[in-house]
Structure formats: structure tokens, C-alpha cells
């Protein structure tokens, strides 16, 4: 969408990310007999209050050689939070999670909106376990390329 004064930038890629992990992740996560997403947010706090969470957060926007903010490429961190009380379950589930929004990515046949033009995943992190109270928390996270293409109007 956009508001007449200029390219949307990242805004809108970080709109159709979530837009493809809220569409397509409760049916993944149900076939692999794993509890939907409770969240679906924009910044990564740190903690996972009520897990399982997802976070799809801007990281860099790469423009085009010429400078005019046409052709651009963003990368995008999709966080997931999950906490569990044994090490080696939560890791599992951890591979489930990634695994879930990399398919989700996979399957984005979805047409955007003007300016995004198609969305990859680049990188996937399973993150290190960390201790929380009497249990674990995981946070494995996916980097996702996104390539746009804007006038200089929005």
C-alpha cells in the first residue's frame, strides 16, 4: 500500500512475511503435530511469554547500484521463541519450527502486492539453548531474502 510519498521500503516485506507464516503455518505445524503459533509479531523481545512465537524482524535493505531505490533487496530474521524442560525435546522441536516456516516461505505461490516480487529463505540458525527458571527456552531463527521493486512514488 502505499501512501504517495515514496518507496514502502522494508515495511511492506515484513507485512508479507507474516502474511505467509500467518496463512500457511497453522496447517504445517498440524501436520507435523506441533501447537500453532500463539503470536505473530514484529519485535523479538527476547523471551518467549507464551510460546510457541514467531517474530519476522528488518534487518537490511541492499539498494540498486544506481542509487534510486528501485530494485531492492531486504533480508528479513524470523525468530521463533519455544520453551520446553528437556533439552533434547525442545531441540526436536526446534528442527520442527524451522522446518514449518521454511515450508511456509517454500510454498509463498501467493501473489503480493506491488513492490514484492519473491521471497526466499537464505539462512537457517538453530540457535543455542538457554536456561530459563527450571526449564529451556530455544530461539532458532530464519533469514529470509526479499527482492522488491518500487517507483520513485511509492
Known sequence: MSDG????????VIDAVL????????AILAELNQTPFTRF????RGQAMAAPEVWAEPVNTTLDDEGQSRHQIHQVK??????GGDPEALTDLALDYVRAVDLAIAQ????????VLRI???????????VKGTGFA????VFLL???????NG
Open 78 to 83: 524470523v525468530t521463533v521463541g519455544l520453551v
Open 120 to 130: 526466499f529463505v537464505r539462512e537457517h540458525n538453530y540457535g543455542a539453548l538457554r
Open 108 to 115: 509463498n505461490e501467493k501473489t503480493f502486492d506491488a513492490p
Open 19 to 26: 502474511s505467509l507464516l500467518t496463512d500457511y503455518t497453522p
Open 5 to 12: 510519498i515514496g518507496p514502502q521500503f522494508i515495511r511492506v
Open 41 to 44: 509479531g514484529r519485535a523479538f
Open 146 to 152: 526479499v527482492e522488491t521493486e518500487e517507483d520513485a
Open 138 to 141: 530455544v530461539f532458532p531463527e
